[in-house]
């Protein structure tokens, strides 16, 4: 019996979806759009990053108020 799975190349992989893996996803990559502008303006090729985040709950945030939080 073989198992096909589908498989994604990332370059950055952040595991949850609440306050802190968004704000890391979204200032990462505002990040790197500034810098591919620098690159740009100095004639050299801007850089290709894939970002995903990856959550285990049905909905974004869903466990956000864990035990380790309260």
């Known amino acids: 019996m073989t198992i096909q799975r589908e498989t994604y190349e990332v370059d950055v992989l952040i595991v949850g ?3 802190g893996g968004l ?3 979204y200032h990462l990559s505002q990040h790197l759009k500034k810098s591919n502008r620098i690159v740009g ?4 090729s ?8 990856i959550e285990k709950a049905a909905v ?9 939080v309260i």
Do not use: C, E, F, Y
Request: proline residues 7%.
């Open 41 to 44: 303006a100095n004639s050299h």
């Open 60 to 68: 974004l945030s869903a466990h956000i108020l864990s035990g380790a």
């Open 46 to 53: 801007p850089l290709q990053t894939k970002i995903a985040v």
């Open 17 to 19: 979806a609440g306050p």
């Open 23 to 25: 704000a890391a996803a």
